[in-house]
């Protein structure tokens, strides 16, 4: 089974930088989109950005549009997730998992995604 393993997350003042990394164990044909999610305490998981192995497309949540940029390293099978200008309410745990797309386009709804991994945690202090 696909599995993501999540690193980069720490601590943080607003207005500073960091990068997350996404590995995945495994990869197959069908398991084409990576999305990163993250979940603050007290609140649902949400949508962070999304980017399909292709590289063709592109999706971020507005709340971060503009701040963060999703990428990729195909041979290593790695996806980032460069987080500048952050605030403190982009606290949270930052997961990672991988979806099949949905007629090419990468969705955000996490049901679709699956091989989750244990999160690495962002703290951001004003």
């Known amino acids: 089974q696909v599995h993501q393993v999540e690193s980069g997350g720490g601590s943080v003042q607003a207005g500073g930088s960091l990068r997350l990394s996404c590995a995945a164990s495994?990869?197959?044909?069908?398991?084409?989109?990576t999305g990163w999610f993250r979940q603050a305490l007290g609140k649902v998981r949400e949508g962070v950005a999304t980017?399909?192995?292709?590289?063709?497309?592109?999706a971020y949540a507005a709340s971060v549009k503009g701040r963060f940029t999703i990428s990729q390293d195909n041979a290593k099978n790695i996806v980032y997730l460069q987080m500048n200008s952050l605030k403190p309410e982009d606290t949270a745990t930052y997961y990672c998992?991988?979806?099949?797309?949905?007629?090419?386009?990468?969705?955000?709804?996490?049901?679709?995604?699956?091989?989750w991994g244990q999160g690495t945690q962002v703290t951001v202090s004003a």
């Open positions: 998992a991988a979806a099949p797309s949905v007629d090419g386009e990468c969705r955000f709804e996490d049901w679709r995604y699956g091989g």
């Open positions: 980017i399909h192995r292709a590289g063709y497309v592109e």
């Open positions: 495994s990869y197959t044909r069908a398991t084409v989109c």
